[in-house]
């Protein structure tokens, strides 16, 4: 799918201001953001709910722009479910094939390998008011997975799920994804899930793309403050570059100097630095870390979540957060409020952001 110089507007408000994006065949792709930030109208103008105000879009190398909604080999899954209320669980997965008017007997192989495939099989003959909400999520997907398109488009459909299903749902879509090779959009304002589910993610606020990249690369490389605190959580520090030579700088900041290794810099140019929390070691002694970035600071609170400790860590003027996993005690230290203590930062881990 190729999307190129995308614009919308509603009441004179830009929803989405130029979108260049290119969605590879087969991939994950998810659309990443909060809510005003034009993943959703995106997605309608893909499946062909809105028509943009310009721009182009096209599917498989055709415009789809002219080609009304129900007609695009995309299907949409929301989530709301969407379900026919009087019809059983087989007759909805049916519906669109019906209307394709494939034969009765290809129709119903399709739909039963599909509903396989989801694990809704054994209730086939219930009404969606007898169904789980997980349940009825599985017949959504079913119903939009057996018209075989070539783009699924999945407006945060696990939104009304409680926690533990969610994250249940959220492996089982993404193994989906993979046994049937279709293309999925997934609109989610969820970190979390984007990142458990995704081949890409593009990032978005205010009707723009603001990072775009692989899992890995979004998340370890942030490019700016709104993506490395917006994706998961960055402690930022601003500083001046003193010296650049051999792949690392040495930047100057209230905190004193630190050293990095990944980006590019300017020399005396002013930057922006970002540090994942869970990237920081905590320890009473730093003596063996020499070549590492040391700060000293005290802890000033602890949350406890059961899979982390997080430190909240008093570093002169200013706060740091540190994430340490809860490992046998004889793996790591443990700290009080008002420990001092030592954090230790490599300087893979201080990455430069370009605003």
Known sequence: MRIRNLRKTFDEQEALKQIDLDIYEGEFLSLLGPSGCGKTTLLRIIAGFEQPDQGEVSIGG???????????????????????????????????????????????????????????????????????????????????????????????????????????????????????????IYVTHDQEEALVMSDRIAVMQTGLIDQLGSVEEVYERPQ????????????????????????????????????????????????????????????????????ENVLEGVVEDIIYTGVENQYLIRVKDRTFAAYVMNKALTEHEAFNIGNQVKLIIPAQSVVPLND
């Not at 379900?83 to 007759?91: A, Y």
């Not at 169904?131 to 009825?136: A, V």
């Not at 960055?234 to 570059?241: A, E, T």
């Open 224 to 291: 700016t403050r709104y993506v490395a605190t917006f994706l998961g959580s960055s402690n930022l520090i601003d500083g001046v570059v003193r010296r650049y030579q051999d792949g690392v700088a040495s930047i100057d900041t209230a905190l004193g100097e630190l050293r990095s290794s990944v980006g590019s810099y300017t020399l005396n140019s002013p930057v922006t630095l970002a540090v994942r929390p869970e990237k920081i070691y905590v320890k009473s002694d730093a003596s063996t870390y020499y070549l």
């Open 62 to 184: 055709i415009n789809a722009l002219p080609i009304p909604p129900h007609k695009r080999p995309v299907n949409t899954v929301f989530q709301s479910y969407a379900l026919f209320p009087h019809m059983t669980v087989l007759d909805n997965v049916l519906f669109g094939l019906k209307m394709a008017k494939v034969p009765r007997q290809e129709a119903l192989k399709r739909a039963e390998r599909v509903m396989a495939m989801v694990e809704i099989e054994s209730f086939t003959k219930r009404k969606p008011h007898q169904l789980s909400g997980g349940q009825k999520q599985r017949v959504a997907l079913a119903r939009a997975i057996v018209n075989e398109p070539k783009v699924l488009l999945l407006d945060e459909p696990l939104g009304a799920l409680d926690l533990k299903l969610r994250k249940q749902l959220q492996v089982e879509l993404m193994q989906l994804q993979r046994r049937v090779g279709i293309t999925f």
